[in-house]
């Protein structure tokens, strides 16, 4: 498997077009990840299973720090424009010596959204390798458009419907290899996957994604988002609210249905390695 680390110096957003992905993107220190770590898991003796809950900056605080931090909002606005929503983030966990896995897919594809000025970021919380199940993405596949996906009946495929995109070249893939603190951004029509974790250690990685404020949600008017940078001058979503305290019982209660919301929208489909 092919491995990509960007330190390069052409620019992050002619990058991003040319691939349609950046790996990796500095953020923090290891010891500023590792404690983003201990309070998930702090947070996970409380609430149980984080993984793939969504819009967890609704919950804790934590999350809300890591989706706005300062370089990832300065990425994120070189990649998308100056006026940005944080439409989801959730906690995306491989335990260690587990079958699950992502097959190729394209986020965008079942998203609902009706553009793609967008861009989802991928913090790791630990170490993310080969060993582990890192994302492996495809360099410019973001370019040729929608592919189709079919479901499968693979039950240790992560995404619910277990929907893959058949014929990839795997062989072009490249692996977002991540030390704690790093970050991957990619778009939402690259095609991505990631393998099972073999290692002794849980693979924790941060989703969030980012829309610029012009995009709408088609499947309904009941979508929600936060603005995190520039001016919402169209409120096409509803407003999330985020966390002032961790799982305080009010937000517990409201995020349980914007789980569900959005567990609907996306066709009982996260779709995140």
Not at 83 to 100: G, H, M, Q, R
Not at 208 to 218: D, E, F, L, N
């Amino acid at each position: 498997m092919n491995q990509v680390r960007h330190n390069g110096s052409k620019p992050l957003s002619a990058r991003f077009r040319r691939d349609g992905f950046l790996a990796p993107v500095h953020i923090m220190d290891p010891a500023g990840a590792t404690a983003h770590r201990e309070r998930l898991e702090q947070a996970e003796a409380v609430f149980g299973d984080l993984h793939y809950q969504a819009k967890v900056y609704t919950i804790l605080r934590s999350p809300l720090e890591l989706a706005t931090h300062p370089r990832v909002l300065e990425t994120v606005r070189s990649l998308i424009g100056p006026n940005v929503l944080l439409w989801n983030a959730t906690y995306i966990v491989k335990e260690p010596d587990s079958a699950a896995h992502v097959s190729w897919h394209q986020d965008l594809a079942y998203w609902g959204l009706d553009g793609d000025d967008q861009v989802s970021m991928w913090l790791a919380l630990s170490f993310a390798n080969e060993t582990n199940g890192c994302m492996r993405m495809v360099p410019g596949s973001h370019l040729t458009g929608r592919r189709g996906h079919r479901p499968t009946e693979d039950t240790s495929n992560v995404l619910y419907q277990g929907q893959t995109v058949d014929n990839v070249d795997a062989s072009q893939a490249v692996a977002c290899t991540l030390r704690p603190g790093e970050a991957s951004f990619h778009h939402g029509w690259t095609l991505h996957s990631s393998t099972p974790n073999r290692g002794e250690d849980r693979r924790i990685g941060f989703n969030a994604q980012y829309i610029a404020t012009h995009m709408r949600q088609t499947q309904h008017a009941r979508d929600t988002a936060m603005l995190v940078c520039g001016v919402d001058a169209f409120h096409h979503f509803g407003a999330d609210i985020p966390a002032s305290a961790d799982l305080d019982p009010d937000a517990l209660a409201r995020q349980r249905e914007l789980d569900r919301q959005v567990r609907a929208t996306m066709g009982e489909s996260p779709g995140h390695p």
